[in-house]
């Protein structure tokens, strides 16, 4: 009985590019597969199934089409190029479908890993912006065994599960899942004699020292990427990325919140009552702080644009001052009467002098009155 012609079972003409021929022998199968039909017609639509995927082990193959197209089934028959294309659901079928859940042969070249480098600065460091040098742990390339892994005379084997190809595949109902080869971890090798220096990985540690720019403004939880310079990647694959994250250190006078930075100031309690100047620390310098007559404690006072610059663009920040008032200690019997005559003569001015005072004792006792105390 003569063959059907493979172009007319696969419904193409004799140009039908690759991609157009797997387009066809895909709608072909997805409609003939026994899996997808059943009862009368499951015998037929199997022997269909099985007579499009011979088409198609055909015609993929240049080799195979150039005899089919010069003698035909003869052609193709003479040069034992058919033989078995007729037998089960086949591989054909399997590399077409085998692309939706991650299929193909072609091994994917794995990527370092990315690292993380915990970075501390001075805040002064943050502000300004600065460039550090740190020095970070990387593998490079085994050299008593060229990164093979394989002790020296020896080398990686072909995995006999998977026979080199790195992964292995699996049938559920009518489509193949490709995964990780469990022998070989995807490698499509196996190494039965490990090299004694790196132990079979191909890689040993060592440090390198790397220049980190750090932009002016940064903040504890800002992280920079320095692109390539993480883990090496075996086979010549891309290197991983180098995550350096930013802590900033606890300054001895600033506080930082966002774009501000706040300063506690310590004044007598003299220069409170009358006045004054102080000298404030800045990032760039000393400046003299106006302290008015009758500052209360924890008042605050703003210095504008000696706060930061954001990293990320923005307004300069200021700097906040908070007073603190001290009181006198260790005080000599002479200080104590000038200080309980100058009370005397304070609150005899009323709140005129402690108005706050005045005001906080005159609502005290109308509580005490209202609560019948």
């Known amino acids: ?8 079972v696969l419904d193409v003409t004799k140009t039908v590019t690759k991609v157009e021929l797997k387009k066809a022998y895909r709608r072909k199968a997805m409609k003939y597969h026994p899996d997808r039909n059943s009862g009368e017609d499951s015998k037929q639509a199997e022997e269909q199934f099985k007579v499009c995927k011979e088409a198609y082990e055909i015609l993929k ?3 195979k089409r150039a005899a089919y197209d010069q003698f035909g089934h003869a052609g193709v028959e003479q040069q034992g190029m058919g033989g078995g294309s007729r037998g089960g659901h086949g591989d054909s079928f399997s590399d077409i479908f085998g692309d939706i859940f991650g299929g ?51 080398s990686p084997k072909k995995c006999s599960t998977c026979g080199g190809i790195g992964q292995v595949r699996m049938q559920q109902s009518f489509f193949s899942v490709q995964q990780a080869c469990p022998s070989c ?14 132990h079979g990985v191909g890689q040993v540690e060592e440090s390198k020292t790397l220049s980190v720019d750090v932009p002016a403004g940064v903040d504890t939880g800002d992280r920079i990427r320095l692109s ?29 919140e966002n774009q ?33 007559a009758g ?28 007073i603190q008032v001290e009181i006198p200690v260790n005080l ?32 005290v006792k109308g509580f005490f009155e209202k609560m019948g105390l």
């Open 61 to 63: 193959d240049e080799r």
């Open 1 to 8: 009985m003569s063959k059907a012609d493979y172009y007319e």
């Open 228 to 256: 390539g310079e993480g883990g090496t990647a075996p086979e010549g694959g891309q290197g991983g990325d180098l995550y350096v994250d930013i802590h900033v250190k606890p300054h001895k006078f600033f506080t930082r």
């Open 185 to 198: 971890h995807g490698q499509g090798t196996v190494i039965s004699d490990p090299c004694d220096v790196c």
């Open 104 to 154: 193909g042969r072609r091994q994917r070249v794995p990527k370092g890993a990315d690292l993380q480098y915990n970075l501390e600065i001075d805040l002064e460091d943050a502000v300004a912006g600065k460039k550090v040098k740190i020095r970070i742990p990387t593998q490079i390339k085994c050299e008593p065994c060229n990164g093979s892994g394989a002790k020296k005379g020896s």
């Open 332 to 363: 000599t019997d002479e200080q104590k009467e000038l200080l309980v005559k100058l009370d005397v003569l304070i609150d005899g001015g009323g709140d005129r002098h402690n108005p706050n005072s005045h005001s906080w004792l005159g609502g």
């Open 295 to 322: 500052t209360q404690n924890s008042k605050q006072f703003r210095i504008s644009g000696k706060g930061v610059k954001p990293v990320r663009g923005g307004m300069q920040g200021d700097l906040i001052c908070q």
């Open 260 to 292: 501000h930075l706040f300063c506690e100031v310590c004044i007598s309690f003299t220069k409170a009552c009358l006045g004054g100047e102080v000298e404030v620390p800045t990032l760039t310098g000393k400046i003299n702080l106006k302290i008015p």
